[in-house]
């Protein structure tokens, strides 16, 4: 008698979300570290039902899949979550549909998410399937009532509490976006942020005043006008007096920058915590190009002890600045590279929990 695996055997929904190559790759990668087997499988389940819920989003809605980005919480035993501007959504990963209950880690269970979305993993086809959703007080809820094994540390709830219509999250997503307007509007910048990607290179073809324009309010990142002498001191600065004023540090500390930059910046909120990123980038003589990463800290221009700037390529760390001296307003990284070369940038937090931006590049047109 032959069997067939019921996963492969049953019909597969038309919206069911492919996973890249490079996904599968990267979730490897990010739990080959972890020693014992079973929690291993589990921890790279997860990864890719994470970055499934990333696609998903992509696909649903293009302006939230602007706004995401993966956070990291737990560094010794990753869980990797989404936060769109306030609301934190952490994906719950099974392998089929036909076991009642869900397994909850008792980790996840306890992570400072809004929601927990369950997602089907089908590792064998790279593909995943969003089943239902729940918020964290309903899922907190149930697990203080649930049934416990201590070797497994987490909690068994059925299936049946998951709301399998996941429409309304996404309604409520774009209801919480905070200033958001959606817009038909295009840019190359939204575009390459769609794609999942941060093309400096799109910034050098804009056009921008000094009063931020309608098309960049729309945007990720918003483009900022040529950069100016540093303002003087106020206890509250906007984005260009806050950037130039760090930039006339770095001046005075040796670093050189040309008139001809191209600067942006974003707001970063991240359990509890307000900071401004910006990007500067330029050309250098030899045609590579430079990209230097500003931390500030926001409202008042604290960053918290211990926050750690990193910058990446494809191999390994190039930077990583951790703030400590009192009284540090800003942590800066440059790194320099080919046009074709992608850096990837992390903020992290003390307690470990950190916040993954989408890779950033310098590509034009023509070498596409």
Known sequence: MSFVTPTLAR?????????????????IAATAEIEDSDRQWQAYLHYLASMGLENWLAQRDSVLSERLLPIIFNESDPIRAIAIDDTTLIPIATETLYDPTLFIPEAIAHCSATHYVWVEVLEELGEVLIQGYQPSAELQSHCSTAATLDRQN?????????????????LELRSTVSGWLYSTVESPVSASVTESVINVWNWFTQTVTPVVNQVSEQLNWTLLPPLQPAYGFRAVRSPLEDVTHAIAQLTDEGLEIPDTTC?????????????????????????????????????????PYGVSLQI????????????????QTYLYAQVIGEPTERFNVTVQLPNGSAMILPPFTFESSSSN
């Open 11 to 27: 019909h597969l929904p038309i919206d069911r979300i492919s996973l890249t190559d490079a996904q599968l790759d990267q979730a």
């Open 154 to 170: 987490g909690y068994f709830i059925s299936t049946d509490t998951f709301q399998a219509d996941v429409n309304p999250l996404l």
């Open 263 to 303: 600067a942006a910046y974003r707001y970063i909120h991240f359990e509890g915590i307000s900071m401004r990123l910006y990007a500067i980038a330029w050309i250098l003589p030899s045609n590579e190009w430079t990209l230097l990463v500003i931390l500030s800290g926001q409202p008042d221009g604290i960053l």
């Open 312 to 327: 990446r390529d494809d191999q390994q760390l190039l930077e990583a600045p951790i703030l400590n001296q009192p009284n």
